[in-house]
């Protein structure tokens, strides 16, 4: 039995159940609020802590298996799982997935970190507003980037059919138009946006907070 552990509104947390509805797996999902679970026993029986020393979700236990890193977690996902749709067994087309999950994870996510601390989740620790308008200012540099990889391919992000790196990268757009901010005009990432959140798995796990 696949369980998931985290909070759901963790947009890591959200990729690996979208990720899960994509590749068709039936999973348990168990809602953890890591300050309240960390060293002390969750529902499943667990403490936190000794699943994942980082004290951070998700945490994916697949039978005896236990993992973290939310990339990691859904690549194996659908390596063990997958047909190769989502994540190709071919080698370039697997490296260009992987490309895109791992810009997704250390520049993208890295320039929007600041501004949504404080402007969405209205962090005490993230009001230097000189932080914030350069954490606007990478994020928008970084969705440019995107937007012409998307005027590229004219459909996904990895090119025509629609991948992991969507799970991932689309979870990171859907927090971009839901954070209050002068948004550039990015047509391709408008189009792009309209596509991935008609898929189930979006509609089921990524609606609502950013």
């Known amino acids: 039995m696949i369980t998931i552990l985290g909070r759901s509104s963790s947009i890591n947390v959200r990729k690996v159940l979208w990720a899960c509805s994509e590749l068709g797996l039936l999973f348990q999902h168990e809602e953890c609020d890591i300050d309240l679970t960390a060293s002390t026993p969750m529902q499943s029986g667990f403490v936190f802590t000794e699943l994942n020393p980082n004290a951070m979700v998700p ?10 890193e939310s990339n990691t977690i ?13 994540y190709p067994h071919a080698a370039e087309a697997r490296a260009r997935v992987d490309q895109w999950l791992d810009w ?12 949504f601390m404080s402007l969405v989740r209205r962090s005490p620790e993230h009001d230097d507003t000189s932080q914030v308008l350069k954490s606007i200012q ?3 540099r970084f969705m ?3 937007d012409e990889r998307l005027k590229q391919t004219g459909a996904y992000v990895s090119g025509c059919e629609f991948s992991l790196a969507d799970v991932s990268i689309g979870l990171s757009v859907h927090r971009w138009f839901g954070t209050p901010l002068a948004h550039p005009q990015l047509d391709a990432v408008q189009d792009y946006y309209q596509r991935i ?3 189930p798995g979006f ?6 907070t950013p």
């Not at 859904?74 to 989502?86: E, F, M, P, V």
């Not at 997704?104 to 501004?115: C, D, F, K, V």
């Open 104 to 115: 997704q994870a250390s520049e993208l996510n890295r320039a929007w970190s600041y501004a």
């Open 74 to 86: 859904i690549r194996y996902l659908a390596n063990r799982y997958g047909d190769g749709s989502l």
């Open 144 to 146: 440019c980037i995107l």
């Open 138 to 140: 990478n994020w928008s």
């Open 203 to 208: 509609l089921n796990y990524c609606i609502g």
């Open 59 to 68: 945490v994916l236990l697949d039978n005896e298996f236990v993992l973290w």
């Open 197 to 199: 959140t008609k898929r």
